[in-house]
């Protein structure tokens, strides 16, 4: 999940809440949307292998 910040970089959150604080894991903040997207790719690639 990636959001826009006032600072206008991306941030990318993982797709669950935590259950303890019910926020989302902040998993890097990336100065442009093709950046963050690119991670988000590596991160799901990562977790199938």
């Known amino acids: 999940m990636i959001r ?5 970089e991306y941030r990318l959150y993982s797709r669950k809440k935590n ?11 990336f100065g ?7 991670h988000e790719r590596e991160v799901q690639y990562f977790k199938k292998h």
Request: no cysteine.
């Open 4 to 8: 826009k910040l006032k600072s206008g």
């Open 19 to 29: 259950p303890k604080t019910n926020k989302r894991r902040n998993l890097g903040t």
């Open 32 to 38: 442009s949307l093709a950046a963050a997207q690119k």
